[in-house]
Structure formats: C-alpha cells, structure tokens
C-alpha cells in the first residue's frame, strides 16, 4: 500500500517539541514527524493511497498505518477535509459522506490507542503552518489562506490564533459558491487560461476582502506553484503571495494543533 517511504527508519522516541501531523486528501493520506521548532519534518514523509470508498473506518485505518510506519507514539495530528465541531465532523469534502455525523475522536481513539489526539479542518491545519513557518511569517494581523483545489479551502489566522471552519469557498459571490466559481477545478474543467481564470478568482478575492480585511491573502493547493502565471493577472487590493509549506503544510499544522491542545 506505501507509495513512498523513509530512507532510514525515524525514531519512536518523541522529542519535546515534535509530534506527527497526518494530513488526509482525496488521493493520500500523507503523514510525518514534525518538529515545531523548525516546521520542518524529521525525515521522509509517508503516503498510502485514501482508500475507496473513504469511509470513516477505511480512512482510520490508513491513519493507523501512517503513524505506525514512524513507530510513533507521542501525539498525533489529523487534518481532514471535514468542518469539525465537538470532535465530530459536520460536512465531508472528497470523502465518504458517511463522515457527516462521526465522532472523529472515538473512531480514531479506537485506532490509535491512548496517543493524544487533535483534528482539524485540511485548510486551517495548512493555515496555521503557512501563518508560522511559511509564507505568512512575516505578517502581522489578519492573515487569510486560501487552497486552490478541488474546491477552495480557508483559513483565518489573527496574530497566529486560528478562527477554525471559515469554509469561504462556501460562500456566495454573485451568482454561485466561490468554489464553482474560481477553484482550480473550474479552470480545468472550462479550460481556462491563467489570466481568465483570473478574472474569476479576482472577484472571490474582492468579495473576501471588503468583509475580512486580511493583510495577505496567501494561495495554496497545487496551483500556487504556478503562481507566476496568474498572481500577476490579479485585480484585487490585498496582497497575494503563494504558500511556500507545499505538500507539507497540512501535516506541520496537524502536528502544531495537537502539540497547541487544540480541539475545534
Ligand atoms: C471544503 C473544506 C475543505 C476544502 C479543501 C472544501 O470544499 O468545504 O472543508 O477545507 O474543500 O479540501
């Protein structure tokens, strides 16, 4: 099931400022040990493919042997794309609607025994990695992520303290939810051009803006590495800057939100 290993096998022994972040997507399940004083992992980065269907019990389980992988067991840290609310999971983006309703905490607690335990929303967990360690480090106030994907993802951070389940790609902007409107996917699927699809996005930006007054906007998700091609078509008044975490973001907050005690 490993799609990509560690070259050397990581300790066991949790150091004091270390924990590891699991960052669940529609395509993996990527996992590392994080340490907090860097935002850096300690080693390689793991991935088993999501199971399919994604349900709650099939995703635990990859969960499991992600973190088993690093013969962890210091805490532990799962951002998945789900609104969390009381430790259960309101909503489910790209998994099996049968999250709606789970008790995020029971089912992974039955999983991974007595570690301690935190999750969270993939865009706050990405947010709050960008916010410290990555592009919004240099920021102080409102800084506002935003994940380029699938959907749109959102994060709010003032003075690095998360507001979690923004959910701003929910939001409407004219006519249609922000994320059937300026997503990656919809460039895709209508064979936008950067500048085009900039337009779009412009608009979504504009929208959040005139409500949120962030510092900077900071755009993630898999676009934000050809952010050269599009942040300069941009029309809005706040600054963009691309996500400089990549593929790590999700799991260095994961691992920052369990180490923070935090629990939406
Ligand atoms: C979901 C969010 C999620 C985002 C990125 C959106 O469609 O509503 O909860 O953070 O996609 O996965």
Redesign the pocket.
């Known amino acids: 099931m490993s799609i990509e290993s560690a070259d050397d096998n990581p300790t066991s022994s949790p150091g004091p400022n270390q924990a590891v972040g699991v960052d669940v997507g529609g395509s993996g399940i990527k996992g590392g040990i994080v340490d907090l004083d860097t935002g850096e992992l300690v080693g390689e980065r793991y991935k088993v493919l999501t199971p399919q269907p994604a349900t709650p019990q099939a995703v635990a389980a990859g969960i499991r042997d992600v973190v088993e992988h690093f013969d962890w067991n210091g805490p532990v840290g799962v951002a998945l ?3 969390v609310t009381s430790g259960i999971a309101r ?1 489910a ?2 998994i099996d609607k049968a999250w709606i309703g789970t008790d995020i905490y029971e089912l992974l607690g039955a999983e991974l025994g007595g570690r301690r335990l935190s999750v969270l ?3 706050d967990a990405a947010g709050m990695a960008e916010d410290r360690y990555g592009a919004g480090k240099d920021y102080k106030g409102v800084v506002m992520l935003l ?1 380029f ?5 959102s994060a709010i951070m003032f003075n690095g303290v998360l507001i979690p389940n923004t ?1 701003l ?2 939001m409407h902007v004219g006519k249609k939810e922000a ?1 059937h409107q300026a997503s990656s996917k919809v460039k895709e699927d209508n064979d936008l051009s950067y500048s085009e699809w900039a337009v779009e996005v412009s608009k979504v930006l504009a929208a959040y803006e005139a409500l949120f007054w962030p510092e900077v906007f900071i755009a993630g998700g898999g676009i934000s590495r050809k952010a050269h091609k599009w942040i300069p078509h941009l029309t809005n008044r706040t600054p963009v800057v691309p996500a400089t975490l990549q593929n790590t973001a999700g799991i260095v907050g994961a691992a920052m939100a369990v180490v923070a005690g935090l629990r939406p």
């Open positions: 794309p789900v609104v909503t983006a790209n929303n993939d865009a994940t994907g699938t959907g749109i993802g959910e790609g929910h994320e």
